[in-house]
């Protein structure tokens, strides 16, 4: 690890943590559902990316894990939410029956 | 080999460097991983804020996706690019590989799924030219033009 790029990584980190915080504004005033999903997928990554660097920042190397962890967790998160917001129950094969899912009425928020 | 070659060749430029003004081969190293990393770097967080900004400020849902997926990819990547560059040959270089692996399989997946749903369920995209909304309308109804 490279020792004078400290301060660096520590704004990095911290325009990261700014940049999550302007996602919250989607996430809290989307008008549709889809647009709510969008920014908490586009917020896990930029979790993800944070973990990253505050990792190099403190100096301990075990945070990646958890980086790791919590993308392959986000994106099952947002595809089993994604399911149940088409079907309104996870346990419906998607291997058999190709008919389209019921579709929601115009104004679903 | 290349890179015993020349590790080599910098553990021998500092053993017999002298003291004094002149960079020496590892300094030269040193420069290079640090203007590497941080160039990597600061592109990502420009496109990692170009994204924020496109999902916040973008009039539909179609196009704020193309917003969102330019940061899950480009912006992800170029950020732990620039990481391993700084960590050099450890094993958190290998973690930092799968993170960047997963993130560029996950993340345009996520996004096409998101896009999917949306479609089967009947979400119309805006077509036709691009108005923007009016002053009057929005000072009127009570709320920031967000």
């Known amino acids: 690890m490279l020792e004078g790029m400290g301060y660096f990584n520590l704004a990095a980190a911290f325009f990261i943590l700014v940049s999550m915080g302007l996602m919250l504004g989607r996430l809290l005033g989307g008008p549709t559902l889809y647009d709510r999903l969008l920014a908490v997928n586009s917020f896990g990554t930029k979790t993800v990316l944070f973990l990253c660097i505050f990792c190099f920042v403190i100096g301990r190397p075990d945070g990646v894990d958890i980086a790791i962890l919590y993308a392959l967790m986000n994106f099952i998160a947002t595809i089993a939410v994604l399911k149940f917001f088409a079907y309104r129950a996870l346990d419906v094969s998607l291997l058999g029956d190709p008919s389209p899912a019921p579709s929601l009425p115009e104004d679903q928020t | ?146």
């Open chain 2, 1 to 146: 080999m290349i890179i015993a070659t020349i590790m080599m060749a910098g553990a021998e430029a500092t053993s017999h460097a002298p003291a004094g003004i002149t960079l020496n081969f590892t300094q030269i190293l040193y420069g290079l991983r640090v203007l590497i990393a941080g160039a990597a770097i600061l592109v990502g967080l420009f496109f990692l804020l170009a994204g924020t900004l496109g999902v916040l400020r973008l009039p539909d849902f179609y196009t704020r996706i193309h917003a969102a997926g330019m940061t899950d990819t480009l912006g992800a990547e170029l950020i732990l690019l620039g990481l391993m560059v700084q960590s050099g040959f450890s094993q958190m270089t290998l973690k930092l590989l799968f993170v960047a692996f997963f993130l560029l399989l996950t993340g345009p997946t996520a996004t096409h799924a998101v896009a999917n749903a949306a479609y089967r369920a009947g979400l119309k995209p805006q077509l036709g030219p691009y108005r923007a909304p009016d002053v009057d309308t929005i000072r009127k109804a009570g709320r920031p033009g967000l």
